[in-house]
């Protein structure tokens, strides 16, 4: 039910899926500590990301929740995007191990694209003092839907996040402790 055509020398690669499960993986490394950068960078992003990514995400804000288990918080973006909304929910949270699960329930592609799609991010410390950041993300197309540069273009986001935030954390040394 599956086709993957591979192409030694692509750019891209195009996988046919016939309502098949996916996921890909991407890690990050950073100068800035886990516990600051998972802060800043996951728990807080729907605060800072319309101060420091403007340009693509126009509002954010809490939809339901304090932020724990079962919050929900939604992402408005800007034209920059290809689509103009996201909404998710936090699944399963250790603040202490800098790690969250969370599921998109509305936008982002769910329904015209996707049936499911839940990410995994974990920050560990790393050796130098900083971190690593490793994504894993787990989706459900929907039948007959092709990926073509997406998986490419997420992981590039989720870099983008994680480099703004680290970015603004060495710029204010004081926050996030």
């Avoid at 499960?21 to 998972?38: C, D, G, K, Y």
Wanted: hydrophobic letters at 40%; charged letters at 20%; glycine letters at 8%.
């Amino acid at each position: 039910l599956t086709d993957y055509i591979i192409c030694t020398g692509c750019t891209s690669l195009i996988i046919t899926i016939m309502a098949s499960t996916n996921s890909w993986t991407h890690e990050i490394e950073s100068a800035v500590t886990a516990p600051r950068l998972f802060r800043a960078g996951v728990m807080d992003w729907h605060t800072l990301a319309p101060k420091l990514a403007p340009q693509i995400v126009a509002s954010a804000h809490p939809v339901e929740g304090e932020g724990g288990v079962g919050s929900v918080r939604q992402f408005n973006f800007t034209s920059a995007m290809p689509f103009n909304l996201m909404k998710e929910r936090l699944e399963f949270i250790d603040a202490d191990k800098c790690e969250c699960k969370s599921t998109l329930i509305e936008g982002g592609g769910i329904g015209t694209a996707i049936e499911t799609a839940t990410s995994h991010i974990k920050v560990e410390p790393a050796a130098n003092g900083g971190s690593v950041v490793k994504v894993e993300s787990t989706y459900k197309l929907l039948p007959g839907v092709e990926v073509n540069d997406e998986i490419t273009k997420a992981k590039d986001s989720v870099t983008a996040i994680f480099k703004a935030a680290e970015a603004y954390l060495i710029a204010n040394p004081d926050a996030y402790n």
